[in-house]
């Protein structure tokens, strides 16, 4: 098992920038990738980014890339989501999820373990 911790979220003006974090505990060592998803009201699940664990590696969504950089520590087995020149159509909870085995990143369902969700709201 895989335990989830999402933390940094809150309320920024557009433009501004955010980082949020998620902690990894439990058998991390199986993790193959870790990615972030967002789900706005009434609105599905979106792919945001996502890291490979070995390689260091991201990959991201068309709308967040160039302005999210996600990055991974592996020493605190936390990986970080730093989000520059935000905009209010980046409000969303994101929730940080984990993979063992290998898949398509940007699929939610290819994830076993979830977070409970960070709250990120960006004012116009």
């Known amino acids: 098992q895989v335990q989830l911790v999402e933390s940094g979220g809150g309320l920024v003006q557009a433009g501004g920038s955010l980082r949020i974090s998620c902690a990894a505990s439990?058998?991390?060592?199986?993790?193959?990738?870790m990615g972030w998803f967002r789900q706005a009201p009434g609105k599905e699940r979106e792919f945001v980014a996502a890291?490979?664990?070995?390689?260091?590696?991201?990959y991201y969504a068309d709308p967040v890339k160039g302005r999210f950089t996600i990055s991974r520590d592996n020493a605190l087995n936390t990986v970080h989501l730093q989000m520059n020149s935000l905009k209010p159509e980046d409000t969303a909870a994101y929730y940080c999820?984990?993979?063992?085995?290998?898949?398509?990143?940007?699929?939610?369902?290819?994830?076993?373990?979830w977070g409970q969700g960070t709250q990120v709201t960006v004012s116009s």
């Open positions: 439990g058998r991390t060592f199986s993790t193959y990738a």
């Open positions: 890291i490979w664990w070995k390689t260091g590696s991201g």
């Open positions: 999820a984990a993979m063992k085995n290998g898949g398509d990143v940007t699929r939610s369902y290819e994830y076993d373990y």
